[in-house]
């Protein structure tokens, strides 16, 4: 089975933001929605409301991969939780039955922080 380049950029993605080597935005506070809070990676995927119709869609795609019960876990979290919950893969061990929910989780978090990295380059 041939691996998907384009997944493979996402899943580089992922691990560069878990070892702080992508940044998110050089500024402290976020500069896209300019509410003064901390830009962190848990508020661009699920606070900022500057990506709120794009976060919505993005989940939407998420939710037709993940089991129900799975999804509801995740919804029960509170934002910080459910971020490092998304990037440690699910606290558990590769399952390889969950591909299509690994892509999507990687599918979210591309798609959002990439927004967030195009809002600043127009900011510039």
Sequence with gaps: ???NPLYKRKCVL???LLTNVEVIDENENCSTCHEMVPCTLQHVLFECQVFQSLRAREWSLLEQNVPHPFMNEMLRMDAGTRTIFLLNGFNS???K???AIYNSVADFIWTLVR???NSIALII
Excluded: L, N
Aim: proline content about 0%; hydrophobic content about 40%; aromatic content about 14%.
């Design 14 to 16: 992922v691990i560069r």
């Design 93 to 95: 061990s590769y399952v």
């Design 1 to 3: 089975e041939s691996a």
């Design 97 to 99: 039955e969950f591909s």
């Design 115 to 117: 927004a967030k990295q």
